[in-house]
């Protein structure tokens, strides 16, 4: 039977990255997603983005909405402080297995913890199976009709704290509508887009950063 593109991705990591740099995971999976096939990572791009986004935040609790290969996950993880958690959520059982691989390549297995299911189920989850309190950075990056109702089930379940930053992937391309008029009228919440670019593309895309107000 015929590879799959995260098998493929994966390859080229196992191939190019050097084992425990976390670094080198992400610019082998940039290389591969611009020379041979784009696949739906933050990307390079954006990723600068995000990498402030966390530096600044400097969090130890972190939720990631969206896990595909891990790309982000790496990106996030290796910045962050020690004894910090980042905790993210991927339904597709095969995308989770390839996700996995890359976090032990990159050597990031123990500040990482991936939740195998839909992000309306273990959302509600959270305080028991993790004991975390709330979050000081969630990015959300899973299917964009999801943005809004998991943004209003994690104010409901507590998971938000005065102070908390919600960084949103894709708010123009594919876009999400929906997510945007409420992040930018709620008084509940600051927010500011940076404009950047599809994932190895020119297109126009950004990411829409929100401060919880409380
Ligand atoms: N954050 C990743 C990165 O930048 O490397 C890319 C994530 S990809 C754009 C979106 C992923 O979210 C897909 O792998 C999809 O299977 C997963 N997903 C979509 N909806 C989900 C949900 N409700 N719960 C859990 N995972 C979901
Ligand atoms: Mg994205």
Redesign the pocket.
Known sequence: TRSTRPQRLLAAVQKNATRGDPRSVVSAIDQFCRQKEWA????DEKGCILDSVVSETNPTTVL??????????VRIASLLPPHSKLIT????PD?AKIARQVIAWAGLQDKINLVE????D?IPKMKEMFGVNTFDLV?L???KD?YLP?TKLLEKCGLLRKGTILLA??VICPGTPDYLEYIRNSPQYESRYFKSHL?YTKVEDGLEKSVFLG
């Open positions: 739906m990572n933050v990307g990631e909405l969206g896990t595909y290969c891990a790309y982000s996950t959520l991927e339904f597709n995308y299911g839909a992000s309306g273990l990015f990056d899973h299917w999801r998991d992937d894709n994932e």
